[in-house]
């Protein structure tokens, strides 16, 4: 065996085994892309009533506008930016269009004279700023592929924190999440949302439907009262939506994992049969420079 024919039949083996292990790490995402959705599917009727309870409870608040947690601050300073990326690579472009999408948020806060204090979630986000020597809030790392709502509940008692802290004490007055969101297993979409100070829309009903009849609005007790109930649920909601977050990334790193091993899975093959068909080639020029030399010995021997 030639040399050149030894060194393709290696790489043949060597994209061969490489070629076993993205295609395992393929069929395993997609396996944990399932779970992952029935997760969020599963956490969003509690959202879905939490939402509910706090839309009632601050309709019947004397001065919602008040509260801490819906309260804009007249002079803001510093806000604070929860970055969720992956613990993990090999996943294509899923932590990096995180950054990307954060990195647009933290100028236009800037522009706007305000401080970003970023909050991360994933080793890959943390390498990011530690490796530019970016001071964070806070580093969250090792669940973002299976999230559990302590975590959530973690990172939203520290953005809580920050919150109610005075700007003055090293406080925030804005609290942006930036999270990948899962559309389906094709499409996924690098969003930001502000989860506080939360916004109060005041919404007038339309009570000429039904025949010029008054819709019926629902009748509440709230007890102690509107404003202590708001108390209690404000915090549970900002927990909520930094859980639905980390749960619809976790999805999505999972989807953006599988669609990447599946194109290395193919990208092997389609090395494979090219490397194929070169020891092909090289195998052939062997035997016909064989058969070339046996026949010039021949014709020599008989001349």
């Known amino acids: 065996m030639g040399a050149q024919l030894r060194v393709y039949r290696r790489r043949i083996r060597s994209v061969q085994a490489t070629k076993k292990i993205t295609k395992a790490m393929e069929l395993i995402a997609s396996a944990r892309i399932v779970k992952a959705q029935n997760r969020l ?7 879905t009533q939490l939402v509910d309870a706090v839309s009632a409870a601050a309709s019947h608040a004397s001065d919602v506008s008040k509260h801490p947690l819906t309260a804009q601050a007249e ?7 929860l970055v969720i990326t992956a ?31 970023p909050y991360v979630v994933g080793r890959k986000g943390v390498s990011f700023y530690r490796f530019r020597n970016r001071v964070m809030g806070g580093e969250y790392v090792g669940f973002t592929d299976q999230p559990t709502y302590a975590h959530a509940k973690e990172i939203g008692e520290d953005l809580l924190k920050a919150f109610m802290t005075p700007t003055a004490e090293g406080g925030v007055d804005e609290i942006h999440v930036v999270y990948t969101n899962f559309i389906n297993m094709a499409s996924q979409e690098t969003k ?38 708001l108390d209690a649920l404000l915090p549970r909601y900002v927990e909520q939506m930094v859980y639905l977050s980390l749960l619809t990334s976790a999805a999505s790193e999972h989807a953006a994992r599988r669609r990447a091993m599946k194109s ?40």
């Open 192 to 229: 930001v949302r502000r989860i506080l100070p939360l916004e109060v829309v005041d919404e007038v009903m339309d009570k000429s439907d039904d025949g010029g009849k008054n819709n019926p609005f629902p009748l509440y007790e709230f007890e102690p009262g509107p404003e202590e109930v």
């Open 87 to 117: 613990d993990r690579g090999l996943a294509g472009a899923y932590s990096s269009n995180s950054i990307k999408e954060a990195e647009a948020l933290t100028r236009n806060l800037d522009a706007k004279g305000m401080k970003v204090v």
């Open 75 to 81: 002079n803001q300073v510093r806000a604070a930016v």
């Open 264 to 303: 290395a899975t193919d990208n092997a093959e389609e090395l494979i049969r090219s490397l194929t068909r070169a020891a092909n080639a090289a195998r052939q020029a062997e035997i016909t420079q064989e058969i070339s030399e046996i026949v010039g010995g021949a014709d020599a021997l008989s001349a």
């Open 41 to 47: 599917h599963a956490s969003m009727p509690y959202l």
